[in-house]
DNA sequence: ATATTCCGTAACAAATATTGTTACGCTAAA
DNA sequence: TTTAGCGTAACAATATTTGTTACGGAATAT
């Protein structure tokens, strides 16, 4: 299947916003993630319902950061992305009365539990601003043209 | 995507094999996974390819296990399945020269490191023997029959 | 020898999840 | 009234595991 990027696509988009402080519309953050509005909407709408950011409609609409990036974690938007765990083992469910299937699957749900206690240990403790803060350093060692590769405006 | 449940599949068949001590043809074998033998053969051969069973073909033939459960731990059987990582973030490509998405990638690379080598760790100390023991005491706590559909009454 | 019982593999269909795309409706500001 | 936005439904494209069919080859029993 296709890795989720999701996560890590939200992180970009919400870090450019929160240092450009503004507003950006659908259209803007689909150029930034190379793809079209409605995947950005799409995405971006389960944020909204968690309280992370803001919509609006209408001519001077867009998104906008409803918390800052001092006060937002990774795991803050995964959580709103995925309700449920972000890892999990392959069980099986092949002959679910069979005591050796059953200890099978324990061992491994046992496994990865451990696994994301330590996933979710540090997404709890990774802010977005600590990204943001990495990103502007990485910004500074290179020539001055950081921003991505901008595409003339067409109309 | 579906879920890969190789792992636990193969886990559940060479404890099975550990514990009967015998030889195992890919029928039977299709049979404890609902599947059927090509798939059995399929995933197995992964496993040969890393000295943990031998298959012979021919009358009488079949598939053995080289290693005691003992010696054999749940690591083994992953990365004879796959070389490459068990854990891993998805990335973004959208616009690799801009410091933001770099940030953020670098940020859940460093993460799912982290959980990764918990799961390693985990992986690296759990021998098939222990999870043997756990399903015969399990067993052992269950009414003599261990196959049919039976389920626990529920509370 | 010949039939039977095995594995090995290629090729293709099915199921599933994310991503991309098109189309249309609604809202607010110019 | 037009225009710039978001909201959503519907469907195609893509990728991965799993299931299935159809072979061919090897070892053993008869």
Redesign the interface.
């Known amino acids: ?9 939200m ?2 988009v919400l ?2 916003i929160g ?1 450009l402080g503004g507003r950006e519309t659908s259209e803007t953050i689909a150029r ?4 079209n509005p409605v995947v950005v909407r799409r995405t971006m709408s389960a944020l909204r319902r968690k309280g992370i950011v803001g919509s609006e409609g209408g001519r001077g609409g867009g998104w906008v950061l409803l918390r800052p990036l001092t006060e937002l974690t ?1 795991l803050d938007v995964q959580t709103a992305l995925r309700e449920d765990k972000v ?6 469910s ?15 749900v ?3 539990a ?6 979710i240990g ?2 709890g403790r ?1 802010k977005l601003s ?3 803060d ?3 350093a ?2 500074k060692k ?1 020539p001055a043209r ?4 901008r595409q003339e405006p067409i109309r």
């Open positions: 299947m296709k890795q989720d990027s999701r996560l890590v696509r992180l970009h870090i450019h240092l930034m993630l190379n793809t990774v890892l999990s083992a392959g069980l099986s092949d002959h679910p009365a069979c005591p050796v299937e059953r200890a099978a699957n324990a061992a491994l046992e496994a990865f451990r696994a994301e206690e330590t996933l540090e997404f990774l600590i990204i943001a990495a990103a502007l990485d910004a290179l950081a921003e991505p590769p």
